[in-house]
């Protein structure tokens, strides 16, 4: 698809080209006006893309610290209430009764 853009400071239009010289060099062929105009084009497109799949997935990191820490907390009251059992179990004594009595 063509893309025709109009009244463009000159100026814009040397700092293009020079950095599109400069690609040249670099590159060891010849980098035109036209293939610069498209890389910017697409890295702002590409940017954009890359932008929202970041938010994404902090939101997936958020969400998977939030269950990570709600299975976490589950975890420790399984751990407390067999501690309390096998308490119960080993002198009769319930430990909240103890705790109660302090």
């Given at each position: 698809?063509d ?11 040397k ?7 400069e690609l040249t ?9 036209n293939e610069?105009?498209r ?28 269950t ?16 309390r059992?096998f ?10 009764e ?5």
């Amino acid at each position: 698809m063509d893309i025709l853009i109009r009244d463009i400071d000159p100026s814009y239009i040397k700092e293009i080209d020079k950095r599109s010289e400069e690609l040249t060099e670099k590159l060891g062929r010849n980098f035109s006006r036209n293939e610069y105009i498209r890389m910017l084009i697409q890295n702002d497109c590409e940017l954009r893309l890359t932008k929202i799949k970041e938010d994404k997935f902090d939101h997936a990191v958020d969400n998977l610290v939030t269950t990570l820490s709600r299975q976490e907390e589950t975890l420790q009251n399984f751990i407390n209430s067999n501690n309390r059992l096998f308490h119960l179990l080993a002198t009769g004594i319930d430990i909240n009764e103890e705790v109660e009595k302090l």
